[in-house]
């Protein structure tokens, strides 16, 4: 049955780009190559498939310059023109994943209007249309002194905090099970957890933000967002 588009949203690497209010894309295409032959007795040209496209995705929305990890992210890797991992996330569950390169980039400003943003992006290489979403993770478990993971692990809970840790470092264990689960810190993609086994994070700033995403072939990922900040703040 027919979904609201209400909830769709696009991450760059794992983290939301803020302020949307158009996710337009994929647009797939293939090219065709001509291979009728002399022989032919129909009078008509004969096709088959070549390269394929993945065309390019476009976003609009209202301009929030303090959203660092997702528009002004944006921006930068339309200067580095790096190739990024992408993915749109719809609300029942299905996702496009995809690798892409920021081509635009704009700004506007209107009399008695919102400040707005535009970007494009080309979709690099095959994009994967995902119809269920991942399990998810079975536990999840933070270390570190005078740490408290809050509210309690739920597989179906995205968000955590993890607050007063005097220690200099902690510990995430990301337990899932035929999952490749990826640990970003502020945003930046750090390395591939093992189930079940601790990775340091180290507290070098006074709040960080560490993000888990847990997925399975052919599911679309699911996101799980852990605030950690130190004691005395």
């Known amino acids: 049955m027919p979904r609201k588009a209400l909830g769709t949203k696009i991450l760059i690497n ?11 894309g994929l647009s797939l295409s293939a090219e065709t190559l001509d291979i009728t032959t002399l022989d032919n007795t129909t009078g008509y040209r004969e096709f088959e498939g070549g390269f394929k496209d993945g065309g390019d995705v476009s976003i609009s929305g209202f301009f ?80 570190g002194t ?45 390395q591939n957890l093992v189930s079940g086994a601790g990775a340091e994070v180290s507290l070098d700033t006074d709040s960080k933000k560490i993000t888990i995403m847990a997925n399975e072939t052919s599911k679309a990922p699911k996101i799980y967002e852990i605030i950690v900040t130190k004691g005395g703040i």
């Open 14 to 24: 794992a983290n939301a780009i803020a302020g949307l209010t158009s996710i337009n």
């Open 64 to 143: 929030e310059a303090g959203d660092e990890d997702g528009q002004i992210a944006v921006c930068n890797i339309f200067e580095t023109g790096k190739t990024t991992p992408f993915a749109i996330l719809y609300p029942q569950g299905a996702s496009w994943g995809f690798n892409g390169v920021v081509t635009a980039f704009s700004t506007s400003a209107e009399l008695e209007g919102h400040i707005s943003f535009e970007a494009t992006i080309k979709v690099s290489g095959k994009p994967t249309l995902n119809f269920v979403t991942s399990a998810g993770l079975t536990n999840l478990a933070l270390s």
């Open 146 to 190: 005078g740490g408290i993971l809050s509210p309690e692990f739920d597989a179906g809970t995205r968000y955590y905090t993890f607050a007063d840790v005097t220690a200099d470092s902690v510990i995430i264990t990301a337990t899932g099970a035929g999952q490749t689960i990826k640990m970003f810190v502020d945003g930046v993609y750090v």
